[in-house]
């Protein structure tokens, strides 16, 4: 059966090349300007893959630990979690069965130079599509970025093997192009530049009921390039990134425990109700970071900040100094905050009202 979606079309080369990004050396057009990073030998960073990128985006400490972190620490995927997991295969693999011939390179798991070997080989036979392959392409760095499409389609169009090309394919289980599922495709395409020596004139996004979407490479190529300068850096450092609770990203994730348990510890300023990430952002250019500081804050100064408002910056101070105190403090209609340190008998005994924002809540 052929392929329904999405249909080969002829590419006359795809787009213009980019400005220079930064990391990635391209054979044909190497880059002299790129930064040497070089610190990948250091802490062993040798492979950036797609699933790295994927995590980097969502939560840069979350990739971190998937690389360096201790695999005890992970708790096992809830039961949603797997349920979501095996939706998403069965989707997967209900789109690739319309597409036929279907290659699939043969190498062990994780041996990517096998793999990548395999793949072009694949590619410079010309087969029509090649599921599960990988791709590979240096960076300034020294870290090889490592493209798992999970289709390759061959078309019409000019590449270093003659008159085909391919062009990258994800099939995602959600409706819509998610911002990070387009950089990933960005990376696809970027990885998929280098081994074939021709731009592909989009990256496909095979979407939940059928749907498909092109992503504008002119687009998001520069948005991959600062991402995958950062990702790379994050990943040289010797610490993790700073953690930040925020349960729309958290609560998935296998290692919310270990999150948690260290944003306890230090009574981290994601845990307090209405500290979303872009707030926070707003408090740490303040050297608002500590739930000390935060409680001695001028809610009046904190309500201009984007995002805060009277309420809000009453709220997160008010709720800082309870926390502070160890005790619920009641809060009084129309009263801001006292400044901190209040004394202990400053600390009214009763009643307690502890307030919850759900509309601020990250
Ligand atoms: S629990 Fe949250 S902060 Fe920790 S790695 Fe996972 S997503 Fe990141």
Request: hydrophobic share 40%; glycine share 4%; proline share 8%.
């Amino acid at each position: 059966m052929a392929a329904s979606f999405p249909q080969p079309r002829r590419s006359d080369g795809g787009l213009d090349d980019p400005a220079p990004l930064r990391l990635v050396t391209y054979p044909q057009f190497p880059n002299q300007n790129a930064p040497d990073v070089n610190a990948s030998d250091k802490n062993g960073l040798q492979w950036l893959t797609t699933q790295i990128l994927f995590h980097y985006q969502r939560c840069p400490r979350r990739a971190f630990l998937d690389h360096y972190g201790d695999r005890q620490l992970k708790v096992a995927p809830s039961d949603y979690l797997e349920k979501l997991k095996q939706d998403s295969a069965d989707h997967r693999q209900q789109i690739l069965a319309d597409y036929y011939p279907l290659h699939r390179p043969r190498y062990l798991a994780q041996d990517w130079l096998a793999g990548s070997a395999a793949t072009v080989a694949l590619m410079a036979k010309g087969v029509n599509y090649i599921s599960q392959g990988v791709l590979t392409a240096e960076t300034a760095a020294h870290i090889t970025l490592v493209s798992t499409p999970d289709l390759l389609i061959r078309v019409p169009g000019d590449s270093i093997w003659g008159d085909w090309q391919y062009v990258p394919a994800d099939i995602k289980f959600g409706k819509k192009p998610k911002l990070d599922y387009q950089l990933v495709a960005a990376f696809h395409a970027l990885v998929v530049r280098n081994v074939q020596g021709s731009w592909p004139e989009t990256s496909w996004l095979i979407l939940r009921e059928g749907k498909s979407y092109a992503v504008d490479l002119q687009k998001q190529l520069p948005r991959l390039d600062d991402l995958l300068y950062a990702c790379m850096e994050d990943l040289q450092n010797e610490a993790p990134p700073e953690v930040f609770i925020a349960h729309s990203r958290c609560d998935l994730c296998n290692w919310f425990s270990h999150c948690h348990s260290e944003a306890r510890a230090t009574q981290h300023l994601s845990l307090l109700p209405g500290v979303t990430l872009a707030r926070y952002n707003h408090l740490r250019k303040l050297n608002l970071t500590t739930v000390a500081a935060l409680a001695a804050a001028n809610p009046a100064k904190l309500s201009t900040l984007p995002g805060f408002g009277e309420s809000v910056a009453e709220k997160m101070v008010h709720q800082a100094q309870a926390v502070l105190g160890d005790r619920a403090i009641p809060r009084l209609t129309k009263q801001l905050p006292q400044r901190f340190p209040l004394s202990a008998e400053q600390l009214p005994s009763a009643p307690i009202e502890l307030y919850f924002d759900s509309d601020a809540a990250p």
